[in-house]
């Protein structure tokens, strides 16, 4: 190109020369040469720009390409990996609604021959298939709760948090099950206190606190030998937006972590060892909770002393919840109530102090069997004695044996103790056993079965409980129940009680009956063919002028099950096998709202 303009120069130069032989046009052929050469060379310098923005256009369009795809095969993986857990959730849970499902019938079924004339040799057949029905219930619950450990352990990927609406209660006594039975046999208090001012309801990831919260857990119990281990729940402060920061501390009495290794405790370094093992504590699920704690805007730090315990403490920040839970309680007849509490843990003994103060029951609090002996002796007018099992020179068994022949109208409550392991005489002195960390709904309930019977009457226990008992709480009953011998177990027991319930065999048929007949409870299977029962719980919700009472009674005992069977709008819950004196808890219970709401001549 540069040869072409030389030459085309020279000869332009040339032939204006031949022309005129004169300066005048020498020196316009050079002018009109140099701009004709101006103009090509601006062409081609544009030329070369719009090829290179081309090229470029071209990089860049290869570049989205290439990143959509990197996004879009990022989804499909994360999709995919969400999907497989939701598989193995659902597997456990199945697994555990299929097992326990024909479970109940058998420990229903146990239970009802158990009542009939039987020879001392049939007798202790049935005790046997009993104890054999309860052993193998505990260990499912053991493999799938180990199970479901696992699961949540190896969940360690960078996942979105979740933004549902969860009772706060509910989540951590969930928690607190999965160890319920290891503390019992290793005689350990496990205790749990949610401040009254933290919300009941809470907007947040209820999955990952569940995971941070089992883990603390986990390793408060492994390296406590005797002791306690307390959950407590406080709010921590309100930040912008109407969100709260809310502050969990889990404290034991174990053998502490050394000062040396604290440093590194969420980092996955070693830092404690199992006594008596050579074991150590790695902290792999300590990085974990560290991790989860600060996808939630928060932080976790650790206090400990050896041979003293530690103390993990973790804020993390929610939002209150908006819904009020459908719970309806009246707590008229607890109030004013004056309650003996025998516990030697001081810490327990205040925990339940302040709990059942905010229902305004008068505590008077006892350390040992001996005392509250006295205290019974100077104060006739208690109401109600509860005691905890495992103490010291005298048993809460022992204390109830002595109150029993002094003074046989006060009931008592044993904290701590297995009906099961109690002989017939001892479950005698008892009007309900509650079993270790004790749920603040089940000692709501006990207390108001106890205050709420008939003035003079005994401790309700089931074997006690006729046909009167539907003369004295009316309901009209619906039994959602697809399964053919769970449907003659709920119908047997409730017939026990003087019902005449209907039975449905899944949701629609609930809708259908529900939309011609106004019915006081219902009784609701979850896992149903059509319709399930939280979808047909939702559906009530949405279209009934009068709303009925609607009971869980359910094979799905899995963590979250509860808190799905509320957040889908149900009343209460029951697990199966059902439990003929939880089912007059219930039933008693709701019958006093029920009865208090319904309209004259309604029938």
């Known amino acids: 190109m ?26 316009a052929g050079v002018g009109a040469c140099m701009l004709f050469i101006v103009y090509r060379f601006y062409l081609s310098r544009l030329e070369g720009v719009e090829t290179r923005n081309e090229a470029l256009e071209q990089q860049v369009t290869d570049l989205h ?14 999709r995919i990996a969400e999907e497989a857990r939701q598989v193995k959730q659902r597997l456990l849970s199945t697994i555990s609604h299929e097992i326990r499902t024909p479970m109940n019938g058998i420990m229903g079924m146990v239970s009802f021959l158990a009542e009939t004339s039987l020879d001392k040799e049939q007798r202790e057949y049935t005790e046997n298939i009993r104890y054999c029905g309860e052993q193998l219930l505990s260990a499912v619950n053991l493999v799938l709760v180990n199970d479901l450990l696992k699961l949540s352990k190896s969940a360690q990927e960078e996942e979105v948090l979740e933004n549902k609406e969860f009772d706060l209660r509910n ?25 009254v001012q933290v919300p009941a309801l809470i907007i947040g990831d209820n999955k990952r606190l569940r995971q941070i919260l089992t883990n603390l857990i986990e390793n408060a119990v492994k390296f406590t030998r005797q002791g306690e281990v307390f959950v407590g729940v406080r709010l921590l402060r309100s930040v912008e937006n109407g969100k709260v920061d809310l502050a969990f501390e889990v404290r034991d009495t174990g053998i502490g972590i050394p000062a040396g290794k604290i440093e590194n405790i969420f980092k996955g370094f070693p830092h404690a060892v199992l006594p008596g093992k050579n074991e150590e504590l790695t902290g792999l699920g300590l990085v974990i909770c560290k991790k989860l704690v600060e996808m939630m805007d928060g932080w976790i730090e650790v206090r400990s002393e050896p041979d003293r315990g530690s103390t993990f403490t973790f804020a993390i920040r929610v939002m209150p919840g908006r819904a009020s839970l459908r719970m309806l309680v009246h707590h008229e007849a607890l109030e004013g109530r004056h309650v003996l509490i025998v516990n030697d843990n001081i810490s327990g003994l205040a925990l339940l102090s302040r709990q059942l103060e905010q229902w305004k029951i008068r505590t008077i609090p006892a350390g040992s069997g001996r005392q509250a002996l006295e205290i019974l002796s100077r104060h006739p007018g208690i109401d109600l004695v509860i005691t905890d099992d495992g103490m010291p020179e005298m048993s809460g068994i022992q204390l109830a044996a002595i109150i029993h022949k002094q003074s046989p109208g006060l009931p008592i409550i044993l904290l701590g103790g297995a009906p099961d392991e109690l002989s017939q005489r001892e479950r005698g002195f008892f009007a309900s056993v509650l079993s270790r960390p004790v749920k603040q709904h089940m000692l709501r309930d006990s207390l108001l079965n106890l205050f709420s019977r008939a003035a003079g009457g005994g401790p309700d226990r089931a074997e006690h409980i006729s046909a009167d008992f539907a003369k004295e709480h009316p309901l009209r ?58 979808e047909a719980t ?23 099950d509860r808190n799905d069977c509320m957040q889908a709008g149900m009343d209460d819950y029951i697990s199966k096998p059902i439990d003929l004196n939880s089912l007059v808890i219930q039933l008693r219970k709701w019958s006093l709202v029920i009865n208090g709401k319904r309209p004259a001549g309604d029938e």
């Open 171 to 195: 989540c951590l006594e969930e928690v607190l099950d999965l160890f319920a039975g290891k503390v019992r046999t290793t005689g350990l208090e496990l205790l749990y206190e949610i401040d």
């Open 538 to 560: 939702r559906m009530l919700r949405l279209c009934l002028e009068v709303q009925p009472v609607i009971i869980a009674m359910t094979a799905n005992t899995m963590l979250g």
């Open 2 to 27: 540069k040869r072409f303009y030389i030459i085309f120069f020279l000869t332009g130069i040339g032939f204006f020369a031949l022309m005129g032989y004169s300066t005048w046009w020498f020196l």
């Open 477 to 534: 009953i619906l039994v959602a129940e697809d399964n053919p011998i769970n449907q003659k177990v709920a119908l047997k027991l409730l017939g026990k009680l003087g019902y005449t319930p209907e039975l449905v065999s899944n949701g629609k048929e609930v809708l259908d009956k529900a939309g011609q007949k106004r019915y006081d409870l219902i009784l609701m299977d979850v896992l149903m063919p059509e319709m399930d029962g939280l």
């Open 65 to 78: 390409e290439q990143l959509d795809r990197s996004i879009r095969k990022e989804q499909r993986t994360s």
